[in-house]
């Protein structure tokens, strides 16, 4: 199966969500579907209700719903399910190539959407980012990339010696380096603050 829909399979490690983000993405939306139930502790009577409204339901960004994706066609509603099932003309074999003809060109549409959903968030947020606008001689906060929620948010300020959109490279404090240069690091934009005289 996963062979025949080029699935690849990959393990994920126990609560590394990153590792595995868009079925993530997706068990979130049907955890928060499920909280609308009236009782909590009956939400398996409801999962696959929500999970079959979920599958049917148009994604904003392929903009198509996951089980025409998944399946070329478009799922039956239970009223359908308890109504007879017309004869076609199609033969088994003419009905399977036409679902694979159909799944290959939406998959394919779905990639494109998707990545030109992403260009444009991409592109979004690096104008947000560039908006902050960071000068030689500014100090700055840099966010800590070992950052909980008891430790330290930001280290610094750090001063600024360059910046080349969009890094900046800042002097960190202490001894040169072994050839008498200044101990100095390159740091993204979006991992820095901005630091006001006020916050001393």
């Known amino acids: 199966m996963l062979k025949t829909m080029r699935i690849e399979h990959k393990m994920s490690t126990p609560y590394h969500h990153q590792a595995n983000g868009q079925v993530e993405r997706a068990n979130q ?11 909590e502790n009956e939400w398996d009577v409801d999962l696959q209700t929500l999970v079959h409204a979920y599958n049917n339901s148009s994604n904003a960004t392929t903009e198509v719903t996951p089980y025409v994706v998944m399946h070329g ?35 394919k549409v779905c990639v494109e959407r998707i990545e030109k959903k992403t260009k444009k968030r991409q592109e979004a947020h690096d104008r947000s980012i560039n908006d902050v606008e960071i000068k030689v001689g500014n100090k700055v906060w840099i966010r ?28 960190i404090s202490g001894p040169k ?8 690091r390159k ?4 991992r820095c603050k901005v630091y006001k005289e006020s916050e001393k």
């Open 73 to 107: 066609k478009e799922a039956r509603s239970p009223l359908k399910n308890a109504l007879p099932v017309e004869d076609g003309s199609t033969s088994v074999e003419e009905h399977v190539k036409n679902v694979k003809s159909n799944q290959e060109m939406l998959q």
């Open 177 to 184: 380096t072994r050839s008498n240069k200044e101990n100095t």
């Open 29 to 39: 939306t049907v955890e928060g579907m499920l909280r609308q139930c009236e009782d």
């Open 187 to 190: 740091i993204h934009k979006n």
């Open 144 to 171: 800590s990339p070992r950052y909980n929620k008891i430790g330290k948010q930001f280290l610094g300020p750090y001063e600024v010696k360059e910046v080349e959109e969009p890094n900046v490279t800042v002097l």
